[in-house]
């Protein structure tokens, strides 16, 4: 049996045909995220009938589908609960009758950043284990946790979910979630041009030269020795070990899973967030590992296909 998985981040939908835990066939669309949710779904129809006819599969071999959704989402109801800033009218949509109406299967719907842990606990850096965090790094901050073998919800479903609105400085910027000095809007994709566009050094800087302030230009920059990027780089790096200590103390998990589009520079990124744990978390050193996600790309996919799997 194969299971559709969709993972709807911010700035790519990316869609997949999972078999055992195997991406048989895969595509991305432009998630447009700030407008109507309706013509997306539609695409992410489209583009799930293309994959099947590429593969030559038919859909009498779906036996479900999973969405993997930005926001907080109470799994059991199939419904997202709150109105975030990303396709802002999907909960008025009956998710279930659409899948059903498309492809007569049933449908999971989770958050995305559990979508991802899920994903990356069956089948990537968490297999075998009971008690996890993952966190994903990109245009916003996402993160989840597995206690004793079950993903954490919590009475309202957003047990372990907002990592990346934990205020970490009190007197910080205001986020994109009314908040003031989130790890978001600290440092993520989305603040970086607003942030640190304005750097008072940025003309001495090869950054000053980017169409687009993002993670990629940082890094990338800052393993070359420019130091307004290494500046920016390791206040972002500092923001999110913090954020992790957090969820670490908040969680106390055997190993913390980073994932997202910023790990393609994760030898960049993983060394200090374990440095700073070693040093300040209330734990002896090296007894919390933290370590890069397997699925980068596709851990939302995987976990999303495999919650559907369940619904069956
Ligand atoms: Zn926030």
Redesign the pocket.
């Known amino acids: 049996m194969k299971f559709i998985g969709v993972d709807l981040g911010g700035t790519t939908i990316k869609i997949g045909i999972v078999e055992s835990g195997k991406l048989m066939a895969s595509s991305k669309i432009i998630a447009q995220s700030s407008k109507s949710f309706v013509p997306r779904l539609d695409q992410i129809k489209h583009t799930v009938n293309q994959l099947l006819i590429d593969a030559t599969m038919d859909k009498s071999e779906l036996g479900g589908i999973g969405l993997a959704f930005p926001s907080i989402v109470d799994s059991k109801q199939k419904k997202i609960v709150t109105r975030y800033v990303k396709f802002v009218d999907a909960d008025e949509i009956d998710l279930v009758e659409w899948a059903n109406a498309n492809w007569g299967i049933p449908l999971a719907l989770e958050n995305d950043a559990r979508a991802a842990l899920v994903g990356e606990w069956q089948y990537g850096a968490g297999r075998g284990q009971d008690d996890l965090v993952m966190i994903t790094l990109g245009t916003g901050v996402g993160s989840a946790a597995l206690i004793g073998g079950k993903i954490l919800k919590g009475a309202h479903s957003l047990g372990g979910n907002v990592g ?2 934990m205020i970490i400085n009190y007197e910080g910027d205001i ?5 003031r000095g ?1 790890v ?2 600290e440092a993520s994709g989305w603040v970086l041009p607003s942030k640190f566009r304005n750097h008072p050094n940025i003309k001495n800087s090869l950054l000053a030269e980017v169409t687009t302030l993002n993670f990629k230009s940082i890094f990338e920059l800052a393993s070359q020795g420019d130091q307004v990027a290494i500046e920016i780089r390791d206040q972002c790096l500092k923001v999110w070990s913090v954020g992790v200590l957090n969820l670490v103390h908040a969680f106390d998990p055997e190993l913390v899973i980073i994932g997202g589009g910023v790990m393609n520079s994760k030898d960049q990124i993983i060394p200090p967030i374990q440095k700073l744990l070693d040093q300040d978390s209330w734990l002896p050193q090296g007894v919390i590992r933290v370590v890069s996600a397997v699925h980068n790309e596709h851990a939302g996919i995987l976990g999303a296909a495999y919650l559907a799997a369940q619904e069956g």
């Open positions: 990346g609105h986020c994109n979630c009314g908040l989130c978001e809007s």
